[in-house]
């Protein structure tokens, strides 16, 4: 099992390993320890006794060995790896998709399945023949307390590993995946992650000048926080380009993330394996407007006009602007030299320069 433990300027150390229930709970055990859902890492103080109480736990498992040659070595160097087993599933999964695909499940239910259950054994590393009911409610404990696992994300887990022990091994009865219980559904959930979900999407139209087309066909790797860019691609006129990422906005995203079931595209649609239209997004504008006091006829394209007006009564330049936006001329963005409010008031009349004026 591959893990890693390095140190950190701040005096921390910072542990990287693969989903293991065993190793889960004695990182949860070592007081002051923290989980990083961005990075997807465990932090402790670096102190030698947290160190060694890790060290020592670690080993307890059984899952870490120390070869012979490396005895004498340093206390962060004595974890060696032992890699679990991860069953072939290939058999397994595709008379999963045989079986499913005759139910007449649609080919992004099966793909959410098929990744369900491949993440459920590559983290547990279990044989199917052992998987008990009690393994699998552990499984999602886990996760639940680790990453957080929100109620569709525990719904598709059940289903996708019930239908995959039905499928290819009848003769377990009762199906260990049976009568596992999963969150209730509140009668406020619903809104409370539409509301994430519509707030980052408007968030992030607004904050980068994006054209509503441009923002529903964005896809999880156009996001760099690091550098605060957004990666807009084929956009119009067929052309890439780059603008501004907040990094104020990172805490919303990974609370999104946190809560919905994504694959490649940032805002997907009712389908997982297509992206939202463009008419749900002018949809989401309008019911936002609707909530405030706005009286003016607005659409989602206001959010592009606020982007750029704002960025000229801050006092960035016009050519600036015109890159972000991704205007092929300059005209174009001249547009809001006449909406900033701060475009006349910027101007010195010439009375004011008349001897006595």
Not at 88 to 107: C, F, H, K, N, V
Not at 187 to 216: C, M, Q, T
């Amino acid at each position: 099992m591959q893990l890693s433990i390095r140190g950190d300027h701040r005096g921390h150390l910072i542990i990287k390993t693969p989903y293991h229930p065993g190793v889960v709970k004695l990182l949860r055990s070592i007081p002051g320890r923290q989980w990083d859902p961005t990075n997807e890492h465990w932090i402790i103080s670096d102190s030698q006794s947290n160190l060694d109480d890790l060290l020592k736990k670690l080993h307890h498992t059984g899952l870490f060995s120390l070869p012979e040659s490396e005895k004498a070595a340093p206390p962060t160097q004595r974890v060696a790896p032992k890699a679990p087993e991860v069953p072939d599933l290939t058999p397994g999964l595709a008379a999963m998709w045989r079986e499913l695909q005759l139910a007449g499940y649609s080919r992004s239910t099966m793909q959410v399945y098929e990744s369900q259950v491949r993440r459920f054994f590559q983290r547990t590393a279990c044989p199917p023949a052992q998987v008990t009911r009690e393994r699998i409610v552990l499984y999602l404990e886990s996760l639940a307390d680790s990453i957080g696992l929100s109620r569709s994300g525990a719904v598709h887990c059940v289903s996708a590993l019930r239908h995959f022990f039905r499928i290819n091994y009848p003769q377990r009865y009762p199906n260990p995946a049976d009568s596992i219980p999963v969150p209730r559904m509140s009668r406020k959930y619903p809104d409370i992650l539409s509301n994430i979900k519509h707030r980052f999407l408007l968030s992030l139209a607004y904050s980068g000048g994006v054209r509503v087309s441009e923002v529903v066909r964005l896809k999880l790797g156009d996001l760099d926080f690091d550098r605060g860019l957004l990666h807009i691609r084929a956009a119009k006129g067929n052309k890439d380009r780059y603008t501004i990422l907040p990094r104020s906005l990172q805490a919303l995203y990974t609370q999104y993330r946190n809560n919905f079931m994504l694959h490649s595209w940032l805002f997907p649609g009712q389908q997982l394996s297509k992206h939202l239209s463009v008419r749900s997004a002018q949809a989401i504008f309008d019911r936002a407007l609707s909530r405030t006091e706005i009286t003016k006829q607005l659409s989602f394209h206001s959010l592009r006009h606020a982007f750029a007006t704002h960025l000229l009564e801050n006092g960035t330049d016009l050519r600036y602007i015109q890159e972000l936006l991704g205007h092929k001329s300059s005209r174009t963005t001249e547009i809001y030299t006449h909406v900033s409010n701060l475009s006349v008031q910027n101007i010195t009349s010439p009375f004011d320069t008349l001897p006595g004026g």
